[in-house]
C-alpha cells in the first residue's frame, strides 16, 4: 500500500521559510516522479514544483521559481521542499504526489498525471 506524509508545514511570517518533507512507503521511490502541489481556500489544487526520477530535472511554478528548492534524497524515500521569502500568497495546504510513469529526466506538472497523493500539510503565511 502506497503512502505519502507530508510534514513541515506551519505558520511563519512574510520573508521567513519552511521545509517540507513528504516520506514515502509502499513503493519503488526511484522509480517514480515527485511533485509538490497546493491548495488555497476557494482555489483549484495548483501545480508548484516536481523533480526526475534521480533528481536531474527540476521544474517549478513561476509563482515560486527562485524562492522554492525540491529535492530528493531516494535512500530516504522522501522528498522536499524549501521554501524561502514566503508570502501570505502562499498560504495553503501543500500536496506531495508521485508519478509512476517512466519520463526519463523530466517531470509532469498536471496533476492528471499523478497516481497517488499525500493527505497534505497546511502552510500559513501571515502578513
Known amino acids: 500500500q502506497v503512502q505519502l506524509v507530508e510534514s513541515g508545514g506551519g505558520l511563519v511570517q512574510a520573508g521567513g521559510s519552511l521545509r517540507l518533507s513528504c516520506a514515502a512507503s509502499?513503493?519503488?521511490?526511484?522509480?517514480?516522479?515527485m511533485g509538490w502541489f497546493r491548495q488555497a481556500p476557494g482555489k483549484e489544487r495548483e501545480f508548484v514544483s516536481a523533480v526526475s526520477r534521480y533528481g536531474g530535472g527540476l521544474y517549478y511554478a513561476d509563482s515560486v521559481k527562485g524562492r522554492f528548492a525540491i529535492s530528493r534524497d531516494n535512500a530516504k524515500n522522501t522528498v522536499y521542499l524549501q521554501m524561502n521569502s514566503l508570502k501570505p500568497e502562499d498560504t495553503a495546504v501543500y500536496y506531495c504526489?508521485?508519478?509512476?510513469?517512466?519520463?526519463?529526466?523530466?517531470?509532469?506538472?498536471?496533476?492528471?498525471?499523478?497516481?497517488?497523493w499525500g493527505q497534505g500539510t497546511q502552510v500559513t503565511v501571515s502578513s
Open positions: 509502499g513503493l519503488t521511490f526511484s522509480r517514480y516522479v
Open positions: 504526489a508521485a508519478d509512476d510513469k517512466y519520463r526519463h529526466s523530466s517531470a509532469s506538472s498536471l496533476i492528471g498525471d499523478y497516481d497517488y
